[in-house]
């Protein structure tokens, strides 16, 4: 049975709760990552989620998200993912952090403090189908546009991400990389 990290609004960590149940009752507040990669074009790696997922199943979502174990750092959870999920490893930077709390379907909600990371890739990925259905290269105003006129093929945390922070922070990061 997999646990994920209880935190406060801080980031403090205040306990363990198997995943699933985290994400039931509204969901309690836990941490988390999100890796976005881009390519020399400036385009981020989308993946479509495998519709094995305990939600959010089939919907496109930024490079890999997960949650870190007990004791690993944010950075080495990050890494792990990637290489897990999309089958390469890269160079990442800890963007910002925030937090949310959105349904995600079937009575669970998430509800997170979630550590965003970007990190830049130029080949194919090789990614675990048990993991990933699908993937592509996407330019972030093409993935706005598409977004706000397709809402139901992208996950909450995404089209949050998208509305909120990230077009500025991503303009931060290319233009110091």
Sequence with gaps: MEKIILVDRKDNEVGLEEKLRAHKNGGRLHRAISVFVFNPKGEVMLQRRAYTKYHSKGLWSNTCCSHP??????????????????GFDCKLNEAFSFIYKAGVGNGLTEREFDHVLF?????????DPKEVNDWKWMGIKELKADAKRNGKDYTAWLKILLKGKLGREVAKFAAKN
């Design 69 to 86: 174990f007990e004791g690993e750092s944010v950075l080495d959870a990050a890494h792990r993912r990637l290489r897990e999920e999309m």
């Design 119 to 127: 990190g830049r890739y130029g080949k194919r990925p090789r990614p």
